[in-house]
């Protein structure tokens, strides 16, 4: 059993929680924004209490064994021997998205992604007057797959770079490396610079599926990508704004800086405390977090199949707390809006790039009665 207790997620509501007070005062169930209704790991709230006791809290910067929590994570994790200087300390991953767009296109340049997928990947581009190009996913039989036609006939001579969201949100996907080795070929053919989120890498649920960073597959792809990646998802702290970049190549790493000049803000000194403690002492309850969003993804997909017909999840939940449902067959315009009226607030797929009406997205990070809960609402809108 679990030393973690999962099953009892404190009370939100009334709090200044985004994901709560959306539907403060309504009886709907907030199943939307990422972020996890458990609270964080003990050695992070325990750090955070330690850091507030200092009673001191001026302009921070990292300190060795910060970073060396970083470094020593992403060798235990991933066999990724990364240098101290490569990280560049960020306020959340879309501002990373963002500056990315700034650094390696010029106004009129083209960003491409494969769609759906997470809202900023499409906006993060046009924020700052360049285009954003999506590539629809296709499905082989056995899941979501590359449409790699449709890929290289996307590109044209004002393509500067490629989004790449590994794992994937929302179709909670783990890339594999023959898979990510193709496409950072197809980016070294076409000289584009590799975005690669990676804010969802430690939330892997399928044991047999490693994370593979994309900038581990050679000295040449690693020089060409920024790797994006925090410990806010995973450890449920993204209200902290703590994040990294990671930039070997040093001329690219210039010029990303430059882009952040005077305009993003620094991480805080509370920032760099839970990160530290996350990456050096989380693990324990990772792993029981892991177990746990197990347990809740099987429970839903069984009640899914048993209770709601017309719902589909298309493909195996890999990772993340995420589950994308194809709602089309219940023929509904606006099906966010008809389930939020039952009681349950989903994402509607139409913001990740999907058709009107195709998909819903369902955050599962709560406890399990949550979920009980939104399928009984769920099956009761649906009859
Ligand atoms: C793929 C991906 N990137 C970035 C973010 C948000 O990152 P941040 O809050 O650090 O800007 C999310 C949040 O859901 C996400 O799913």
Redesign the pocket.
């Known amino acids: 059993m679990s030393t973690f207790d999962f099953d009892h997620a404190p009370d939100r509501r009334g709090t200044d929680s985004q994901k709560w007070q959306k539907y403060a005062g309504r009886d709907v169930l907030p199943l939307w924004v990422?972020d996890m209704d458990f609270a964080s790991a003990p050695p992070i709230i325990e750090a955070l209490h330690r850091r507030v006791d200092h009673g001191i809290f001026g302009y921070a910067r990292p300190v060795q064994s910060t970073t060396g929590a970083i470094v020593e994570a992403m060798k235990r994790n991933y066999g990724w021997k990364i240098d101290p200087a490569w990280i560049v300390w960020l306020p959340?991953?879309?501002?990373g998205l963002n500056v990315t767009a700034q650094a390696f296109a010029e106004p009129g340049d083209e960003v491409l992604t494969l769609s759906p997928v997470?809202p900023?990947f499409m906006s993060a581009p046009k924020n700052s007057a360049r285009a954003s190009i999506t590539v629809p996913w296709a499905q082989d039989g056995r899941g979501w797959a590359i449409d790699w036609d449709a890929l290289e006939r996307a590109v044209t001579p004002r393509t500067k770079l490629f989004y790449l969201?590994n794992p994937h949100?929302p179709l909670a996907r783990v890339w594999r490396r023959a898979e990510l080795t193709r496409l950072a070929e197809f980016c070294e053919r076409h000289n584009l610079i590799l975005c690669s989120?990676e804010?969802?890498c430690d939330l892997i649920l399928d044991p047999a599926l490693p994370h593979i960073p994309t900038a581990v597959l050679s000295p040449e792809i690693a020089a060409r990508t920024i790797t994006l990646m925090?410990p806010?998802?995973t450890y449920n702290v993204?209200g902290l704004g703590t994040?990294i970049a990671i930039i070997p190549d040093a001329m690219r790493r210039a010029r990303f800086l430059r882009a952040t000049a005077g305009i993003v803000a620094e991480v805080t000194c509370l920032g760099f405390t839970a990160c530290e403690a996350a990456y050096r002492d989380g693990e324990p309850w990772r792993q029981a977090l892991l177990a746990y969003l197990r347990g809740n993804r099987d429970y839903l997909l069984e009640a899914i199949a048993r209770d709601l017909p017309g719902v589909r999840v298309e493909a195996p939940v890999e990772a993340t707390y995420l589950l994308w449902m194809n709602v089309a067959a219940l023929g509904h315009a606006n099906p966010a809006a008809h389930f939020e009226k039952h009681g349950v607030g989903l994402s509607d797929g139409a913001m990740f790039g999907a058709a009107k009406g195709s998909h819903v997205r369902l955050n599962f990070g709560c406890a399990r009665a949550t979920l009980v809960e939104a399928v009984r609402r769920m099956k009761a809108g649906l009859a």
């Open positions: 990422a959340g991953l879309v501002v997470y900023p969201c949100n989120d804010i969802h925090a806010s998802k993204p994040s």
